[in-house]
């Protein structure tokens, strides 16, 4: 009797020793979280933080919300995105595809690599918005992260090339099918070979609060290892992409002063991310967590005036950085 005791006690141990194990490696990551008060933003700062806010603004309010419902609003996103892209300098490709009857368009800029130029550093954001909201956040806030990011890193030479690509058609109801502009994109990045070594999809990234019981998560198990404050960005991949997820959040705690968490967790997340996973490339979704934290999230509600561009610039610069890490030096 005694001996089946200690035999049970040493199984729920080890049960514990491998739950444990598996938390510790999806949570475990590396640089110290940044903690106390944000350092005032410089000049420069200051205009970054104004650019962003002006894209938000046009994506969300000029034009509005951005969907095959709203005639002309996926070409008029589109065709700022391309002037944005022309007016620093880059050539702008465009993936045509067809949804339900309607064409429609990917946006591609590449800032060339030298000595590894073949080898690829993909940063994405999707354009269009659910019906009814505006998007400033989703997802505004990313191709405006986008957008900015590219103006930071024109003038750098890096080894890998850094594409930037804005993706149409990624809400309802087009994620998990082939109208999904990311699915195409990915399928024939696949198809041709390309070596993308590394993607990041900015999802939603504009809104931080600092009130306690903000941040919410799909798991009570998340909320013994985050914090419940939703004042960080969070970097998120699955398993395959743990390797990259430790190296973005490693990089953006070196070079950014702003709070930053990660994870790589099994399962599917719908997103862009989850196109290029399905293709075999590793992926993050870089992200202020959506829904878990914003409650005006795929709103009529979610509008410019809801989001911290101080906040936002921080992180975009951060992500400028990251990726010039990951593209590397000639």
């Known amino acids: 009797q005694r001996t089946r005791g200690w035999v049970r006690l040493l199984a729920y141990l080890l049960l514990a020793l491998m739950l444990g194990g598996g938390v510790l490696y999806m949570t475990h990551m590396p640089g110290k979280y940044w903690s106390g008060t944000l350092p005032p933003p410089t000049a420069e700062r200051a205009r970054l933080a104004g650019r962003l806010e002006g894209h938000v603004t046009v994506l969300s309010e000029a034009i509005g919300e951005r969907n095959l419902w709203r005639d002309g609003s996926l070409e008029a996103?589109?065709?700022?995105?391309?002037?944005?892209?022309?007016?620093?300098?880059?050539?702008?490709?465009?993936?045509?595809?067809?949804?339900?009857?309607?064409r429609v368009r990917n946006l591609e800029a590449v800032l060339e690599g030298s000595s590894r130029a073949?080898?690829?550093?993909?940063?994405?954001?999707?354009?269009?918005?659910?019906?009814?909201?505006?998007?400033?956040?989703?997802?505004?806030?990313?191709?405006?992260g986008l957008l900015e990011i590219a103006r930071l890193?024109?003038?750098?030479?890096?080894?890998?090339?850094?594409?930037?690509?804005?993706?149409?058609?990624?809400?309802?109801?087009?994620?998990?099918?082939?109208?999904?502009?990311?699915?195409?994109?990915?399928?024939?990045?696949?198809?041709?070979?390309?070596?993308?070594?590394?993607?990041?999809?900015?999802?939603?990234?504009?809104?931080?609060?600092?009130?306690?019981?903000?941040?919410?998560?799909?798991?009570?198990?998340?909320?013994?290892?985050?914090?419940?404050?939703?004042?960080?960005?969070?970097?998120?991949?699955?398993?395959?992409?743990?390797?990259?997820?430790?190296?973005?959040?490693g990089s953006f705690r070196r070079h950014s002063a702003f709070p930053s968490e990660g994870v790589a967790a099994p399962g599917n997340m719908t997103g862009i991310h989850w196109s290029f996973w399905q293709q075999g490339y590793a992926a993050v979704m870089v992200t202020d967590t959506a829904l878990f934290r914003y409650p005006h999230y795929h709103a009529a509600t979610d509008t410019p005036d809801r989001l911290d561009y101080q906040c936002l610039a921080s992180v975009v610069a951060g992500l400028a950085a990251v990726t010039a890490d990951l593209a590397g030096q000639p």
Request: charged content about 15%.
């Open 77 to 102: 996103a589109a065709d700022y995105i391309e002037t944005g892209f022309q007016s620093m300098g880059y050539t702008v490709s465009s993936q045509v595809l067809t949804a339900q009857g309607v």
């Open 153 to 249: 890193l024109v003038d750098f030479s890096l080894a890998r090339s850094v594409r930037f690509v804005a993706f149409v058609n990624e809400e309802a109801p087009f994620f998990y099918t082939r109208e999904m502009g990311s699915h195409r994109y990915a399928q024939q990045a696949h198809a041709r070979g390309d070596n993308i070594s590394a993607m990041l999809s900015l999802e939603t990234i504009g809104y931080y609060s600092d009130a306690e019981g903000s941040q919410h998560y799909p798991s009570p198990l998340y909320a013994w290892f985050y914090p419940d404050t939703g004042n960080y960005i969070g970097f998120v991949g699955n398993l395959a992409s743990r390797k990259l997820v430790r190296q973005c959040l």
């Open 118 to 144: 073949q080898e690829i550093v993909l940063l994405g954001a999707h354009y269009d918005t659910v019906r009814g909201s505006p998007g400033a956040n989703d997802n505004a806030s990313g191709i405006a």
